[in-house]
């Protein structure tokens, strides 16, 4: 089955300590969401790549990256985790920018101690 | 004024009753609009999307669009304990994705 795949599913770290989250798809859509999700929040659009074109949101602290080597794959750096990034962590993809649905990963909890 | 707001809940039925659920949204060029559900701990999982003013079904499932009043509900009948759930609300205008910050849905046996 065409899928999202996100690993690893929980990530524990300690404060300061670089970590990188992994996103897979099968789907072969072209656009490919970081989202950051807290607790009784609505997901946060982090970045989005339509294809290679990168899209960092305003808001997006400098202490995350991301990179997209290929179509299929894509990461989420954190450069310098702090207590406030503790949250899940959603990759997304859809088939084109134009208001297509997303589809999502099962995500990756993140603790940082 | 938020994009979406949905109203938090906890909105509580009683197993087989109708559940309905509301979403309204501030830009009147959105387009596309979706509803996903998300079990606590897990990822949201679409179940509907619409695009025209009307009723779209599937199974038990309802989505409403009236882009007159700038309102999208969700109807689900014959509600089931497994429907428990926060269902959010998103829409897309242009190429940004907007997203409410979900109704908390509890179907009670």
């Known amino acids: 089955d065409a899928m999202v795949i996100q690993n690893p599913r929980y990530q524990v770290t300690q404060f300061g300590k670089p970590v990188t989250l992994s996103c897979s798809q099968t789907l072969n859509h072209n656009v490919m969401y970081w989202y950051q999700q807290k607790s009784s929040q609505a997901p946060k659009l982090l970045f989005h790549?339509?294809?290679?074109?990168?899209?960092n949101e305003a808001d997006t602290p400098d202490n995350f990256q991301s990179r997209r080597p290929n179509t299929s794959f894509c990461f989420l750096d954190i450069r310098s985790p702090g207590l406030g990034d503790a949250a899940m962590y959603l990759c997304?993809?859809?088939?084109?920018?134009?208001?297509?649905?997303?589809?999502f990963g099962p995500g990756t909890r993140l603790t940082v101690l | 004024q938020k994009e979406v707001e949905q109203n938090s809940g906890p909105l509580s039925v009683p197993e087989g009753a109708i559940a309905s659920l509301n979403c309204t949204y501030s830009?009147?060029?959105?387009?596309?609009f979706f509803w996903y559900r998300q079990y606590s701990g897990k990822s949201p999982e679409l179940i509907m999307s619409?695009?025209?003013?009307g009723d779209k079904e599937d199974g038990r499932f309802t989505a409403q669009l009236n882009k007159a009043s700038q309102y999208v509900s969700l109807l689900i009948r014959d509600s089931q304990p497994s429907d428990s759930a926060t269902y959010l609300c998103a829409v897309s205008t242009g190429n940004q994705f907007y997203f409410g910050t979900g109704t908390s849905l509890t179907v009670i046996p």
């Open positions: 830009d009147r060029g959105s387009q596309s």
């Open positions: 619409i695009y025209s003013n």
């Open positions: 790549y339509y294809d290679k074109d990168f899209n």
């Open positions: 997304a993809t859809s088939r084109d920018n134009g208001g297509r649905e997303q589809f």
